[in-house]
């Protein structure tokens, strides 16, 4: 069975300063996807960046980037320049090709400080 | 403009009640998930439909069931609702199981089972 880590419950960065979240997956599968979610305290899910596995371009989407090596099977989620309106819970998602179930990490709290 | 929405979006109730959570989405959107967000556990996959008349159990299932009855609707009912039901649950939904389908989220429904 698929698993999702994400092994930093809780991060802080200085407003305008820089960011990477860690997740690490474990699959068999060869083609895949992985997303990442943030969840501010309204507790709406929003989309972030996601990724095709068989793609070997990282992600990118204005500040948000994500680094992603699939040998080691680690998708990071960097975001640059911080704002204020960053500080939220993000979690990092899995889907294999074919489903559309998602697999959840347990989420890293991030907060932003000015 | 399309979108998800749950009702209520907070519910109280009590050991042994019968509760359902109400789920619609615009989109027409033939995929439809319900979640369960739990500290520490991030979101849970419950139960899913990928379209009319199908419904599958996912990883967190027992105490839960749905029916799809129209592309819309998804509801979710606690047969006998338990203090471990206690939780933030969320309803999706994605167009279809090809590509990096994104799953649009609803806004949430808070339940305590006192």
């Known amino acids: 069975a698929q698993t999702v880590t994400q092994s930093q419950p809780e991060m802080s960065v200085q407003e305008a300063e820089t960011v990477t979240l860690s997740c690490t997956y474990d699959t068999s599968e060869s083609d895949y996807y992985l997303f990442w979610y943030k969840q501010p305290p309204s507790r709406q899910m929003i989309l972030v960046i996601r990724?095709?596995?068989?793609?070997?371009q990282n992600a990118t989407e204005n500040r948000f980037s994500v680094n992603f090596q699939k040998a080691a099977k680690s998708f990071s989620l960097k975001i640059s320049d911080s704002q204020l309106g960053d500080a939220a819970m993000y979690f990092c998602a899995y889907r294999t090709r074919g489903t559309d179930k998602l697999i959840f990490g347990t989420g890293t709290r991030l907060q932003v400080f000015p | 403009d399309a979108e998800i929405t749950q009702s209520p979006r907070h519910k109280i109730t009590e050991t042994g009640r019968q509760v359902t959570l109400a789920c619609h989405q615009t989109?027409?959107?033939?995929?439809m998930f319900w979640y369960r967000q739990d500290l520490g556990h991030g979101l849970r996959l419950i139960h899913y439909s990928y379209g009319v008349q199908d419904t599958n159990k996912g990883e967190v299932s027992d105490g839960y069931s749905v029916s799809r009855s129209n592309t819309e609707d998804l509801p979710l009912t606690l047969e006998s609702a338990a203090s471990s039901q206690t939780s933030v649950y969320f309803c999706a939904s994605s167009p279809g199981t090809s590509g990096n389908n994104e799953q649009f989220f609803g806004p949430g429904t808070r339940l305590t089972v006192l």
């Open positions: 989109w027409n959107h033939n995929n």
């Open positions: 990724q095709e596995a068989y793609k070997q």
